[in-house]
């Protein structure tokens, strides 16, 4: 089928809730798509940061394959080693006790949500369970965690929300300090605001806030469903601001492009769910965890060094371009938010595509950067290209 047949269907019998790129991607190989015109294009987006092995990855082929010839499915009612193995990985590598596994990035952070409210009712009893939550942060799509986003615009329609999130500037402690009381569990944050527009947290404000909530046990809960799993250059972006959370939330890269998502606590929050606490009929599928267990095997520390190198070198090589339509760099890794002057986000993401550059958006005013982490430094130079053309001085 060709893009307008494709795009004909879509609209008589999908609903028609995102802002789509007029584009219909047919296939791809390594960190380069192409359109069901068959035109090439660099991707700078891997979905949302999901593709963390890029496209047609053999060995994270392979082991889909494999698990769908053994058993494809099977409840979380029975053992399976591709969802043993993978916590028995997973864990250590965050420096946390035990983890539990969904299909999303909103599901996972529901069950923080849980972990936080139910640690704090079982100690201290009812009244103790308001979250703070940053301004411009993005937690997720369902009823709670769009009530757990601090963006007003996404608390409209949906009546009536979970209660009890509270809101606090980013890096201001005082404004945290402002919204503390004898009601809160806990804190839940993103490291770099992804969707609110690329804004890595200041690392001593992150840091204060750690030290706050061990003096007041509240649970520091993480959310790292964008940064984590190798996004920042390091398995967690936690491990680069020194702290250590209660409760982390993972889900876009983890499995490379199939849905996953879950969440690992700390040796203190081991035992808060128990059976029949929690659940996910999907949640740990084994073909999503054997495809999890090759991203495992992919991010080893020498691995972890070039997703940094890369991001740098892409950081440099974008201010080198002297644009006048770029008025800063920010984030960690491969995860990069250019800011946006001159023209809107959109338009420049629509004219890099135009030329084959597949980048997204974030904020009011960011081109977002997501590439795969597998990106070679050829498709690195090529998406460089395509911007000096689009945006050069
Ligand atoms: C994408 C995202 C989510 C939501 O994940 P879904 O898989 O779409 O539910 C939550 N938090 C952060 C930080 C995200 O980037």
């Not at 047919?26 to 069901?36: E, K, P, Q, S, Y």
């Not at 494809?72 to 946390?96: C, D, Q, W």
């Not at 007041?216 to 020194?242: C, H, K, N, P, S």
Request: proline share 3%; aromatic share 10%.
């Amino acid at each position: 089928m060709n893009f307008n047949d494709i795009k004909a269907l879509d609209e008589g019998y999908v609903l028609q809730t995102y802002a789509r790129n007029q584009l219909a991607i047919d296939h791809g190989c390594g960190a380069t798509l192409f359109d069901a015109e068959g035109k090439k294009y660099i991707d700078f987006t891997s979905g949302i940061g999901v593709c963390s092995l890029g496209y047609a990855n053999e060995a994270w082929a392979r082991a889909i394959y494999d698990q769908a010839m053994k058993v494809g499915h099977i409840s979380n009612l029975f053992y399976t080693e591709p969802y043993a193995k993978l916590a028995s990985r997973l864990v250590p590598a965050a420096g946390m006790a035990a983890a539990f596994f969904g299909n999303s990035g909103a599901e996972a952070n529901e069950g923080m949500i849980k972990v936080a409210r139910k640690y704090s009712y079982e100690k201290y009893g009812q009244g103790r369970s308001a979250i703070i939550t940053l301004k411009n942060s993005f937690h997720g799509r369902t009823i709670t965690t769009l009530k757990a986003t601090g963006q007003d615009h996404y608390h409209d329609y949906f009546f009536p929300f979970t209660e009890g999130f509270r809101y606090a500037q980013a890096n201001d402690m005082d404004s945290l300090l402002s919204q503390a009381g004898e009601d809160v569990c806990a804190v839940m944050m993103e490291l770099i605001q992804g969707e609110g527009g690329v804004n890595p947290l200041e690392k001593e404000f992150v840091q204060s806030v750690a030290k706050l909530c061990q003096e007041r046990d509240w649970l520091l809960l993480i959310d790292e469903v964008q940064t984590g799993v190798g996004r920042t250059g390091t398995m967690f972006a936690y491990q680069q601001f020194g702290v250590q959370p209660d409760v982390v939330s993972f889900a876009k890269g983890i499995a490379g492009g199939l849905p996953f998502g879950g969440f690992m606590t700390n040796e203190k929050c081991r035992n808060v769910l128990r059976a029949g606490d929690h659940g996910s009929t999907f949640g740990g599928n084994p073909m999503a965890a054997a495809a999890a267990n090759v991203v495992m095997d992919t991010l080893t520390p020498a691995f972890l060094e070039e997703v940094r190198e890369k991001g740098q070198y892409l950081r440099e090589r974008i201010a080198a371009l002297g644009s006048p339509y770029v008025s800063g760099i920010r984030g960690m890794g491969l995860m990069l938010g250019v800011g946006v002057q001159g023209m809107t986000h959109r338009e420049l993401k629509d004219k890099l595509m135009e030329r084959g550059l597949l980048c997204l958006t974030a904020g009011a005013d960011t081109l977002r950067l997501l590439p795969p982490l597998v990106i070679t430094r050829k498709e690195l130079d090529q998406g460089l290209a395509i911007m000096a053309e689009v945006m050069g001085a």
